[in-house]
């Protein structure tokens, strides 16, 4: 790993397009003859459409089509894919509630698309969306789960989730667990929220459909992290054509948070309205919209039990969650709180049985899918809440709960008790270096300090452990041109990670060339052949390694030409720093010369040059973890909390480049921080209606939310990942949330507030506050 330049800090390519304008988003792409596209939306929750008038809208000025759902059926246009169906305990899988890219009878969430409308400008699409009339006979809506659990519920899909559950799952060993909690010496338990969440991107949605009539070949340009994968959901199960007939083309991407993985409405509607109007077809979505019908994220309720012997050593874990995936199941909406996060559970402490029970339940909603950590930070919160709570019940320091029940170093690789199986961590190691830089010593006189200028001063620590770096394997290619430049294509997506320097990075290491003889290309199903997508944080642990390995394969391919030029046994070459070297003299080829030659002399004329591809397995995922502490300080007259110290000691493996990886985890714990204190999703309960539809309800983290973090690492390569890197994109959120709200508590706990769900708002800490205040004059 050491060639390909790993620890060096260079400065992103990308930014300077970005920085000075000349991005190219999907809504700066206007080809000739474009129009433009609105969709009209549900107003109501849940209702059977009695009316839907769209005559009115057709015949107003520049309109040139409107689609419905009959439009759609008439065309054999196919509904959205579920992917993922878990399996209730007789092996059933979960029944899939139909999602057709517009509502044909039933509409059931605020914002569900229900026509398309097509016109010359913006301004035209905009008044004839208004003129559609939609009818719709109300009926009865459950928009939270704890509406939707509660006995004699309305089911939002009556006969096929019964209970509005969709389908009851679970993992590990329920028997054993049972016995273990019966012989414990005692119990701590907590309720706990994870709060819904919206991922509310810089660049909101966006979609370029066009149609080539002679080719009979759609094209579709949209912001993603995954060209390919939205072409194998379109053609396969909506445009019922087979691939070569679509083209995605991700351009520059203005954030993704998991959103930008999923298929959605607008995705097929302008293919299918470029295909009718013979124009291409642009949507972009208003900031309400993506509110209303962007995916979110979390939205769970859980019952955490964790069991404990007379030593404070934990012995068995229990869990019990109610997931909302909303109205729909999107694409990956069912894995995220069941395969995908809940074998992370039992985290980094050695806990010999656990057994975790999820039911995935509808609601009035929209569609809740992957969020940055997909699973992995609503399981890090369940257990380093039940590490402190642990800790409050035995009286032992938190640092102590956790330093007596970590997995040691020397049981590593370590199986744990849900079946993931962790191939290297020093916790201990690392918790101690993150509390001596944090100054956890010297913290009550800092508290003291704050209690005499009427302040609650509280710190907080979590210890995190992700799975990432899976999902299948990568293909790398890279070509060397004529000239000597070379040229990587690759299937992952760049939405601000910045995949365009470390691939480049790392080939310019190898190959000896300036990086800015490097072009990296992604995004294109037509020019890059493959590609599984950006997700679960595996551009470098397995995009990286397929491109390590397609740069040494460049290697020896050109150590085969330079042989010839420089008439020596292949053997006798050697290439170092952009050169190839016959062995034991002064005779030497440069990459440039090799390349050249390539062209030259290839025996394949249609494929000319020397064209490279790897392709990485990974054979177990990787384990990125980190102790994050968080020290506040909250306002008690008015319920402000400030974040006044903030400190992540990481273990990403070995780390390529640290300038990437601090903007990744810096980040990511800016969405795990706005989590724990602003961010919520609000829908009204009776009604359905969001009450969080614009940035002046939903509150978003700002730049004065956090101080200046103090971010290092400790590197412990990892040992199934040829690289021996770990992950990085989501590791900063999966540890920021109980970081913070274990800060808040703690400082909470001396006015005598001992419960407190996320968000931590102002409001919610004054009441508690209050509440707390009033219960001790009582008493």
């Not at 391919?557 to 952009?578: N, Q, S």
């Not at 402000?640 to 990886?661: A, E, F, K, R, S």
């Given at each position: 790993?050491?060639?390909?330049?790993?620890?060096?800090a260079?400065?992103?390519?990308?930014?300077?397009?970005?920085?000075?304008?000349?991005?190219?988003?999907?809504?700066?792409?206007?080809?000739?003859?474009?129009?433009?596209?609105?969709?009209?939306?549900?107003?109501?929750?849940?209702?059977?459409?009695?009316?839907?008038?769209?005559?009115?809208?057709?015949?107003?000025?520049?309109?040139?089509?409107?689609?419905?759902?009959?439009?759609?059926?008439?065309?054999?246009?196919g509904?959205?894919?579920?992917?993922?169906r878990?399996?209730?305990?007789?092996?059933?899988?979960?029944?899939?509630p139909?999602?057709?890219?517009?509502?044909?009878?039933?509409?059931?969430?605020?914002?569900?698309?229900?026509?398309?409308?097509?016109?010359?400008?913006?301004?035209?699409?905009?008044?004839?969306?208004?003129?559609v009339?939609?009818?719709?006979?109300?009926?009865?809506?459950?928009?939270c789960?704890?509406?939707?659990?509660?006995?004699?519920?309305?089911?939002?899909?009556?006969?096929?989730?019964?209970?509005?559950?969709?389908?009851?799952?679970?993992?590990?060993?329920?028997?054993?667990?049972?016995?273990?909690?019966?012989?414990?010496?005692?119990v701590?338990?907590?309720?706990?929220?994870?709060?819904?969440?919206?991922?509310?991107?810089?660049?909101?949605?966006?979609?370029l459909?066009?149609?080539?009539?002679?080719?009979?070949?759609f094209t579709?340009?949209?912001?993603?992290?995954?060209?390919?994968?939205?072409?194998?959901?379109?053609?396969?199960?909506?445009?019922?054509?087979?691939p070569?007939?679509?083209?995605?083309?991700?351009?520059?991407?203005?954030?993704?948070?998991?959103?930008?993985?999923?298929?959605?409405?607008?995705?097929?509607?302008?293919?299918?309205?470029?295909?009718?109007?013979?124009?291409?077809?642009?949507?972009?979505a208003?900031?309400?919209?993506?509110?209303?019908?962007?995916?979110?994220?979390?939205?769970?309720?859980?019952?955490?039990?964790?069991?404990?012997?007379?030593?404070?050593?934990?012995?068995?874990?229990?869990?019990?969650?109610?997931?909302?995936?909303?109205?729909?199941?999107?694409?990956?909406?069912?894995f995220?709180?069941?395969?995908?996060?809940?074998?992370?559970?039992?985290?980094?402490?050695?806990?010999?049985?656990?057994?975790?029970?999820v039911?995935?339940?509808?609601t009035?909603?929209?569609?809740?899918?992957a969020?940055?950590?997909?699973?992995?930070?609503?399981?890090?919160?369940?257990?380093?809440?039940?590490?402190?709570?642990?800790?409050e019940?035995?009286g032992?320091?938190?640092?102590?709960?956790?330093?007596?029940?970590?997995?040691?170093?020397?049981?590593?690789?370590?199986?744990?008790?849900?079946?993931?199986?962790?191939?290297?961590?020093?916790?201990?190691?690392?918790?101690?270096?993150?509390?001596?830089?944090?100054?956890?010593?010297?913290?009550?006189?800092?508290r003291?300090?704050a209690a005499?200028?009427?302040?609650l001063?509280?710190?907080?620590?979590?210890?995190?452990?992700?799975?990432?770096?899976?999902?299948?394997?990568?293909?790398?290619?890279?070509?060397?041109?004529?000239?000597?430049?070379?040229?990587?294509?690759?299937?992952?997506?760049?939405?601000?990670?910045?995949?365009?320097?470390?691939?480049?990075?790392?080939?310019?290491?190898?190959?000896?060339?300036?990086?800015?003889?490097i072009?990296?290309?992604?995004?294109?199903?037509?020019?890059v052949p493959?590609?599984?997508?950006?997700?679960?944080?595996?551009?470098?642990?397995?995009?990286?390694?397929?491109?390590?390995?397609?740069?040494?394969?460049?290697?020896e391919?050109?150590?085969?030409?330079?042989?010839?030029?420089?008439?020596?046994?292949?053997?006798?070459?050697?290439?170092?720093?952009?050169?190839?070297?016959?062995?034991?003299?002064?005779?030497?080829?440069?990459?440039?010369?090799?390349?050249?030659?390539a062209?030259?002399?290839?025996?394949?004329?249609?494929?000319?040059?020397?064209?490279?591809?790897?392709?990485?397995?990974?054979?177990?995922?990787?384990?990125?973890?980190?102790?994050?502490?968080?020290e506040?300080?909250?306002?008690?007259?008015?319920g402000q909390t400030?974040?006044?110290?903030?400190?992540?000691?990481d273990?990403?493996?070995?780390?390529?480049?640290?300038?990437?990886?601090?903007?990744?985890?810096?980040?990511?714990?800016?969405?795990?921080?706005?989590?724990?204190?602003?961010?919520e999703?609000?829908?009204?309960?009776?009604?359905g209606?969001?009450?969080?539809?614009?940035?002046?309800?939903?509150?978003?983290?700002?730049?004065?939310?956090?101080?200046?973090?103090?971010f290092?690492?400790?590197?412990?390569?990892?040992?199934?990942?040829?690289?021996g890197?770990?992950?990085?994109g989501?590791?900063?959120?999966?540890?920021?949330?109980?970081?913070?709200?274990?800060?808040?508590?703690?400082?909470?706990?001396?006015?005598?507030?001992?419960?407190?769900?996320?968000?931590?708002?102002?409001?919610?800490?004054?009441?508690?506050?209050?509440?707390?205040?009033g219960?001790?004059?009582a008493?």
């Amino acid at each position: 790993m050491g060639r390909f330049g790993a620890g060096q800090a260079i400065r992103r390519v990308e930014d300077q397009r970005f920085l000075t304008g000349a991005g190219h988003y999907t809504d700066d792409i206007a080809p000739a003859g474009q129009v433009h596209g609105v969709t009209v939306r549900s107003s109501v929750a849940h209702g059977k459409i009695r009316e839907l008038d769209v005559e009115s809208a057709r015949e107003m000025p520049g309109v040139l089509a409107v689609l419905t759902a009959v439009d759609l059926e008439a065309d054999d246009i196919g509904d959205l894919p579920t992917i993922v169906r878990p399996k209730n305990a007789a092996g059933e899988k979960m029944p899939v509630p139909p999602r057709p890219v517009l509502a044909r009878d039933t509409v059931r969430f605020v914002g569900e698309p229900v026509a398309f409308v097509v016109a010359e400008t913006l301004q035209q699409a905009r008044d004839a969306a208004e003129a559609v009339m939609l009818e719709v006979d109300d009926l009865p809506v459950v928009a939270c789960l704890s509406a939707a659990s509660a006995e004699g519920a309305p089911e939002v899909w009556s006969g096929l989730a019964p209970g509005n559950v969709l389908v009851d799952w679970s993992m590990g060993d329920a028997d054993a667990t049972e016995a273990a909690f019966a012989k414990a010496d005692r119990v701590v338990s907590l309720d706990l929220v994870n709060n819904r969440l919206a991922p509310t991107p810089l660049e909101p949605r966006g979609a370029l459909g066009e149609y080539d009539a002679a080719e009979d070949r759609f094209t579709l340009t949209t912001g993603s992290q995954g060209s390919h994968t939205l072409q194998g959901w379109l053609c396969q199960s909506v445009l019922k054509v087979p691939p070569e007939k679509l083209r995605v083309i991700s351009p520059d991407v203005g954030g993704g948070f998991g959103m930008r993985l999923f298929l959605f409405n607008e995705h097929a509607l302008v293919l299918i309205a470029a295909r009718k109007v013979g124009r291409p077809v642009k949507w972009v979505a208003e900031r309400t919209e993506g509110f209303l019908a962007d995916t979110h994220g979390r939205d769970h309720l859980t019952r955490a039990e964790l069991a404990l012997d007379a030593e404070g050593r934990f012995l068995a874990l229990r869990v019990d969650t109610r997931a909302n995936v909303g109205a729909y199941v999107s694409q990956m909406g069912a894995f995220v709180p069941t395969m995908a996060g809940t074998a992370m559970l039992p985290g980094v402490y050695t806990i010999p049985t656990a057994h975790a029970r999820v039911r995935v339940m509808t609601t009035n909603t929209a569609p809740v899918d992957a969020y940055r950590g997909a699973g992995r930070p609503e399981a890090s919160y369940v257990i380093e809440r039940l590490a402190d709570a642990a800790a409050e019940a035995t009286g032992l320091p938190r640092d102590e709960v956790r330093r007596r029940n970590f997995i040691p170093p020397d049981a590593m690789p370590y199986r744990t008790a849900l079946g993931r199986t962790y191939d290297s961590g020093e916790f201990a190691r690392l918790m101690e270096e993150a509390m001596r830089r944090a100054g956890w010593a010297g913290f009550e006189d800092r508290r003291a300090d704050a209690a005499r200028l009427g302040r609650l001063r509280g710190i907080g620590m979590s210890y995190y452990v992700e799975a990432c770096g899976g999902g299948g394997d990568e293909t790398a290619h890279v070509h060397l041109d004529r000239d000597g430049k070379a040229t990587v294509l690759i299937g992952s997506q760049s939405s601000g990670q910045g995949h365009e320097t470390a691939y480049a990075q790392m080939v310019a290491a190898e190959l000896g060339l300036p990086m800015d003889r490097i072009r990296v290309v992604q995004g294109d199903t037509q020019v890059v052949p493959t590609g599984k997508g950006t997700g679960g944080s595996r551009s470098l642990p397995v995009g990286g390694a397929s491109l390590s390995q397609a740069v040494d394969k460049v290697v020896e391919t050109g150590k085969a030409v330079a042989a010839r030029l420089l008439d020596v046994p292949v053997d006798h070459v050697t290439f170092d720093a952009g050169t190839f070297r016959a062995r034991g003299t002064n005779a030497v080829r440069s990459l440039a010369d090799v390349a050249a030659a390539a062209f030259d002399h290839s025996p394949d004329p249609d494929a000319p040059g020397i064209r490279e591809q790897a392709a990485w397995t990974p054979p177990e995922a990787t384990y990125p973890n980190g102790c994050h502490i968080c020290e506040v300080e909250i306002d008690p007259e008015t319920g402000q909390t400030c974040i006044v110290g903030y400190t992540v000691v990481d273990d990403m493996g070995v780390v390529l480049n640290p300038m990437l990886l601090r903007g990744q985890i810096i980040g990511g714990i800016v969405q795990g921080a706005g989590q724990a204190l602003l961010e919520e999703v609000v829908y009204e309960e009776d009604s359905g209606q969001l009450v969080t539809g614009t940035m002046l309800d939903y509150a978003m983290p700002r730049a004065d939310l956090l101080p200046d973090i103090d971010f290092s690492t400790v590197e412990i390569p990892c040992r199934t990942n040829i690289l021996g890197v770990k992950g990085a994109g989501e590791a900063g959120t999966i540890g920021a949330a109980p970081a913070v709200m274990n800060a808040v508590l703690d400082a909470l706990r001396a006015a005598g507030v001992h419960d407190m769900q996320m968000p931590a708002t102002p409001l919610k800490v004054w009441q508690a506050l209050q509440t707390a205040g009033g219960r001790a004059a009582a008493e």
